[in-house]
């Protein structure tokens, strides 16, 4: 059971360059998250997926898409990579869909630097 | 939309001794709250969490404690080891069909011998 997957580990971009960081949940979790980390300011929400086939916004999504590929997948895209968005990414899933259990499970990370 | 605001952002503490975490949100409909425990390079991971149908919630020498009427939750750690040292998070989530977590921005307890 490797609980959230989270590929690549680290990642350094040229500044406009793309990439898309993958996620994988094998909890049977209805619900995804993106987070992204920076010093000083905790864990701010990019995008989420309460349910295959659904996206939505959080506190900090420009720059970024995302996609629900399945239940189990969650990526997301960096179109034209910007220094700001150098940052720690962390893919998050929960049982979500009224359930009460309402925990969250954290991948390892995405340490990723755009220069 | 939710604010969460924790402090401190840096606690010394011995070892043996207290350590408390404080933090206040703005929305009154969030009903839950975890704390969760980041270590250097590693994923957060949760330690114990709250509803808001319960005051108080222990699990060995951690505690929260929740006040609804004034909007602020602590966690309370008790005897404190070298191994508790690490940054923590407070958040708050909304009822609904995705538990959208709001954080705090952390606190760095290191834990001195």
């Known amino acids: 059971n490797a609980g959230v997957t989270q590929t690549p580990k680290f990642q350094v971009l040229k500044t406009g360059q793309s990439m898309t960081l993958q996620c994988a949940q094998d909890?049977?979790?209805?619900?995804m998250y993106w987070y992204r980390q920076d010093p000083g300011m905790g864990l701010r929400l990019i995008y989420y997926?309460?349910?295959?086939?659904?996206?939505d916004k959080g506190e900090v999504p420009n720059g970024y898409n995302v996609s629900r590929l399945n239940k189990r997948e969650f990526s997301l895209r960096l179109e034209s990579a910007a220094p700001s968005q150098t940052s720690v990414y962390f893919c998050?899933?929960?049982?979500?869909?009224?359930?009460?259990?309402?925990?969250?499970?954290f991948g390892q990370g995405t340490r990723l630097t755009v220069v | 939309g939710e604010n969460v605001e924790q402090h401190p952002s840096t606690l010394s503490v011995q070892e043996g001794d207290s350590a408390v975490i404080k933090c206040t949100y703005s929305?009154?409909?969030?009903?839950?709250f975890p704390w969760y425990k980041q270590e250097l390079g590693k994923r957060p991971q949760l330690i114990i969490d709250?509803?808001?149908?319960?005051g108080e919630k222990k699990d060995q020498r951690i505690a929260v404690t929740l006040n609804k009427t004034a909007k602020h939750f602590s966690l309370h750690i008790t005897e404190t080891q070298p191994e508790d040292s690490a940054v923590y998070f407070c958040?708050?989530?909304?009822?609904?069909?995705?538990?959208?977590?709001?954080f705090g921005t952390g606190t760095r307890l290191q834990v001195t011998l």
């Open positions: 998050a899933s929960s049982k979500g869909w009224g359930s009460f259990d309402t925990e969250a499970f």
């Open positions: 909890m049977n979790h209805n619900s």
């Open positions: 997926s309460a349910s295959e086939g659904t996206t």
């Open positions: 929305d009154s409909a969030s009903n839950y």
């Open positions: 709250i509803r808001s149908n319960v």
């Open positions: 958040a708050a989530s909304k009822p609904g069909t995705a538990s959208k977590l709001t």
